[in-house]
Each structure stands twice: as C-alpha cells, then as structure tokens.
C-alpha cells in the first residue's frame, strides 16, 4: 500500500510537470483557451484513473498525449456542428459576375506565374499545382534539394507580393498557402 502512495504522489507531481506542455498542445489543436483547459483536465483525471495501464515512466509524456487526442477525438465526435448564419453571404454561385471575377482572378494568378524567373517558375507549379515531393522535384530537374527549396520560398514570395492587392468582389482573399 506505501508503494502505491509513493507511486501515485509521484505520478501526481509529474502530470503537474507535464500540465503545461498538453495546455499548449491542445490549445494548438482546438484554439480555444477554455475548451483547451477542458481538455487538459478531461485527460489528467482520465490518467489517473488509468494510471495502472502506463508500464514504463519513460512514456509518460506519449501516454499523456495519446489519452489527451483521445479526449479531443471524443469532444469533435460529440459536439453539434455550429453554423453563424448571421455571417453568411447569400449570393449566386454561377452567375455571370462570379464567373468573370474568377476568369479575372486566374488571369492575374497565371500571368503572375508566367513573369517568374524559370527556375522558380519549375520548381512552384511542380510542387504547389502537381503536388510533387521536393526531392522529386531535385530528381526531375537535376538540381540540388537545397535549390530547390529556396527557389520555391522566393517563388511563393514573388507570388505574394505580386498577388498582394489581389481580392474578389466579395472581398474575399482566395490566395492561401499551400506548403
């Protein structure tokens, strides 16, 4: 029975150390630094009452987080979908305004494009629109990983500045990151 006691008060101050750490994780995850704390203290009182599955100390911290993914697995299973229909725009999805403004949107992305240097040119639309590997891209073009990673952080930074000003009608960026 003391060894237990030992155990428990040791466990106890290691997920007090650990606390912080799973307070980050899950607030990365959910954004919201109430249902994070929810979430932290939903996955410490389940670690306590399963204290007796963790067999190595070593992987405190693993258990810890695969119990508190579990916890947020559950909380996204178990909510209602939440719609704000006070923000939402009702307009014409194919009409001939939203149709010219898209026409125009990709003329100014591909003409963006075509005003990139070559090399840059390449290595983005092979791994931005083709989705390929970097190291497929080094391996097509016959050029190092490294070049190919800075000639696609300057391509994505020249598209950025080109496209900067660029919005819809509805105001609306529809130019995002894609790696």
């Known amino acids: 029975m003391l060894s237990h006691y030992f155990r428990f008060n040791r ?37 306590l ?17 695969k119990i508190l993914h579990n916890c947020w697995m559950e909380y996204l299973r178990t909510r209602r979908p939440e719609f704000d229909i006070d923000g939402i ?23 963006a494009v075509a005003s990139l240097p070559l090399g840059q040119r390449q290595v983005m ?15 097509i073009l016959e050029i190092p990983l490294g070049t190919v990673m800075s000639r696609l952080s300057r391509a994505r930074d020249n598209m950025k500045k080109r496209l900067q000003g660029i919005r819809t009608a509805d105001n609306v960026r529809y130019l995002r990151r894609v790696k």
């Open 49 to 65: 009452e399963k204290q007796e599955q963790l067999k190595d100390d070593e992987r405190l911290g693993a258990w810890l987080y």
């Open 125 to 139: 639309t092979l791994v931005d629109l083709e989705g390929c590997s970097y190291e497929q891209v080094a391996l």
């Open 11 to 47: 466990l106890d101050r290691q997920l007090s150390e650990q606390r912080p750490r799973l307070h980050r994780m899950a607030l990365a995850w959910c954004g919201d630094p109430v249902l994070a704390d929810d979430l932290v203290q939903d996955t410490l009182t389940k670690a």
């Open 89 to 111: 725009e009702l307009t014409c999805t194919d009409c001939p305004e939203q149709r010219f403004a898209s026409d125009q949107l990709s003329e100014q992305v591909q003409a």
